[in-house]
């Protein structure tokens, strides 16, 4: 053999392109996260426009009725690229599938492979078309389908390959899967399995590693971070597990998302403010205000409860930035049990706020009750309670005018290259507001102490005064 011939024989083989679409949550996100993992270690390059890769893997989200429909929009818009481009195959996966596999396998022949939440490691097979579990009656109409509809139960850990896709400064890290809760309007628990803990070794040791290659902030997630060690016969879990990542000196900021109101403990409060790198920042899902929508809901509580809860924080963390979720419009939720919904969030002052309308979920318990809210009253609470609460976040955004701060830097403001942008440890990526940088250069990644001088709505604007660490 010439040296030619043997040097192309050892050459080798071309990495493939794949175009990855993830929906949905953060939660979700670590899911695509994994398989990129996987499909990295099978050969696969991702492509920045998907339609410009061999096949695109849709990750879908099953939440709510709009999520599944941002879903099934773009699986039929991906399917569309095989058409037109060189798209040759569309991959479905995650909550969608784990949820509704025999009714996508039948409304959507055209996607080449169905994959479900416990079959992640699989996701190469899906994408290469190799799987040993095939259902087509000819191979040009091949169809790989994973594993049976069923709660899933799978549950990564720190050897699980994983290729973050966030910017190289941040990730998230999940530490539980799955949810113990009954709460009348989610199917969550239903498709997503049981409450089941990462053990705590596990999660420090991913941890340790994201911060070694670079990430300064890490945001912990769960369906109930605060329930997290509880199935592991661990009492108050999550403030052990947050002593412990606290060693992590690489670490500047560990922010909690998704705390319970019932499942918040003292101690935990009192790990969160006395913790030098977990932020200040609760993020605690409340719903409702009213006892007796609570109870329908399943889940109990009332606005003095609440209240009484976020008290606790303030005392505990005077500079604390809460951050809830609401559901309008819930089944039977009357004018008066909305105006003590009204009434808390103007007393509470949340600094992040996010609220939905509700919607019947198929399979859960409250699909039986009467969706007896209009449509068009429903929208009209949710814009009343949205300008409270903007109200309010302007208000606390110009209490901090003049104070200096550590920010984040995050790289040029999109729409002008004369700003820069970032966020405080008070405010998480994606959901919360930003604080726009018009005076002074940070890298981005690098964290700086700003001080702010303006608000512009739910953003805060500011000038570098010098390097956090200077």
Not at 81 to 102: E, I, L, N, P, S
Not at 108 to 116: G, K, Q
Request: aromatic share 6%; charged share 25%; hydrophobic share 40%.
């Amino acid at each position: 053999m010439s040296r030619r011939r043997e040097a192309a024989a050892t050459a080798p083989a071309p990495r493939r392109r794949v175009g990855v679409i993830s929906l949905g949550c953060a939660k979700n996100l670590v899911d695509t996260e994994v398989m990129l993992g996987h499909l990295d270690a099978a050969g696969w390059d991702v492509a920045a426009d998907p339609e410009d890769a061999e096949v695109i893997l849709v990750n879908t989200c099953a939440f709510i009725g709009p999520a599944r429909e941002e879903s099934i929009r773009t699986i039929l818009e991906a399917t569309e690229c095989k058409k037109t481009g060189r798209v040759r195959r569309v991959v479905v996966a995650g909550c969608m599938v784990q949820r509704y596999r025999d009714e996508l396998r039948r409304e959507l022949p055209e996607v080449d492979a169905f994959i479900d939440l416990d079959e992640l490691d699989r996701v190469a097979d899906g994408v290469a078309g190799t799987s040993s579990t095939v259902s087509a009656p000819a191979p040009s109409a091949l169809r790989v389908v994973i594993g049976p509809p069923r709660p899933a139960s799978f549950l990564y850990d720190d050897r699980t390959p994983r290729v973050p896709s966030t910017p190289p400064w941040t990730a998230y890290v999940k530490i539980a899967e799955g949810c113990d809760h009954t709460c009348t309007f989610c199917a969550i628990p239903a498709f997503r399995g049981p409450f089941r803990s990462r053990r705590p070794s596990s999660v420090v040791r991913e941890v340790e590693l994201l911060a070694a290659r670079g990430r300064v902030e890490i945001n912990l997630i769960a369906q109930d971070s605060s329930h997290y060690g509880r199935d592991l016969g661990v009492a108050d879990g999550l403030a052990g597990l947050l002593e412990a990542l606290d060693e992590v000196d690489a670490v500047r900021w560990l922010r909690l998302h998704y705390l319970y109101p019932n499942t918040v403990t003292d101690r935990l409060i009192e790990a969160m403010a006395r913790l030098d790198r977990v932020v200040k920042y609760v993020d605690i899902p409340l719903q409702h205000a009213h006892p007796a929508v609570l109870r329908r809901m399943q889940r109990g509580g009332s606005a003095e409860r609440h209240m009484r809860l976020l008290d606790k924080f303030r005392a505990a963390m005077p500079d604390v930035a809460l951050r809830t979720t609401l559901i309008v419009g819930f089944p039977g939720e009357s004018e008066d049990e909305y105006d003590v919904l009204l009434d808390f969030v103007r007393g509470a002052g949340f600094d992040h706020l996010g609220a939905f309308t509700y919607s019947h979920e198929e399979g859960t318990a409250a699909a039986g009750l009467p969706d007896d809210v209009p449509d068009e009253t429903k929208h009209a609470r949710l814009d009343r309670l949205m300008d409270v609460q903007r109200s309010i976040a302007i208000a606390r955004n110009r209490a901090r005018v003049g104070r200096t701060v550590e920010v984040l830097a995050e790289g040029a403001h999109p729409e002008t290259e004369h700003l820069l942008v970032g966020r405080m440890s008070t405010q998480a990526p994606g959901v919360d507001g930003q604080v726009l940088l018009n005076d002074g250069f940070a890298r981005a990644g690098e964290i700086v102490r700003v001080e702010l001088t303006d608000v512009a709505g739910y953003d805060l604007v500011g000038r570098i005064v010098d390097p956090a660490g200077a």
